[in-house]
């Protein structure tokens, strides 16, 4: 075992009896929602899956460590503290080797899963291109990981401050599947629609798994996206969200906000100008994320 990399005793257990297991981020944590949300998120979260039957790995750098699994004082630093770097893959040799606290991005817990042998992961929306990247070129790590880590990542889509159409065509191009859960369009994070559809629909957790088992057994590399719409009665309305987003946007380049600290600054304007409303979306979201998450884990450790 790398001596930067430590899984957690149930987690390591678990994994070594082919028993199902879940990844999940933690900038959510740090960088996605305001103490004391965030902590309850995670460890609700947490205690979802386990419900399910599958154990929960939170992923983070912790004094230089990464954790696969954490402690509740691990997950109560991640959710206080305001110097947490969030780190993609380009930051995490630099976070080891400065000892220094990190939470993992998708694309970074992605790897990180993967090095451990975790194969699904639950996460609120993954990145994308952004909606100005004709211009900038901003377009998330997540996208390059999705299509060369064997992970099947759960996801209420792409956030919706991103350009779903760019990453809809940038994925396909990368050969990643997406699949929509008992829906036919790409969720926008926020709503259950888009107005983009998908050529690939599954509408149960063992389906999703056997393409997993499919697909890899064949060595074809990759992620795997399932699009999982918000609960529908926990959905904002379109027109008000996407009213916001383009106020946030705009907010955002008049204060010449970009790269890492872009998608915090969005939804934290997001969740204050929705007057929380944003929050509780998010919240139903990564809950309903974790559950089919550890469905499609249990389903796949029985093939």
Known sequence: MNPYLHLMPEVREALAAGKP????????????????????MAKHVETIIREAGAIPATIAIINGIIKVGLDDDDLLLLSKSQDIMKVSK?????????????????????????????????????GGVHRNAPETFDISRDLEELAQV????VCAGAKSILDLGLTLEFLETKGVEIIGYQTNELPAFYTRTSGHQLDLRLDSAAEIARLMQAKWSLGLTGGIVVANPIPAAHEMDAD?????????TAAAGKQDIKGKALTPFLLSWIKENSKGASLKANLELMFANARLAADIAVAHSKL
Request: with cysteine; hydrophobic share 45%.
């Open 21 to 40: 297991v879940v990844a999940l981020e933690s900038t959510i944590i740090s960088h996605g929602m305001p103490y004391p949300e965030n902590l309850n």
């Open 90 to 126: 380009r930051d995490l040799g630099y976070v080891l080797s400065k000892q220094q606290h990190g939470a993992t991005t998708v694309s970074a817990t992605m790897l990180i899963a993967a090095m451990a042998g975790i194969s699904v992961f639950a996460t609120g929306g993954i």
């Open 150 to 153: 064997e992970v099947c990542v």
């Open 240 to 248: 008000f969200i996407n009213h916001l987003i383009d106020q946030a």
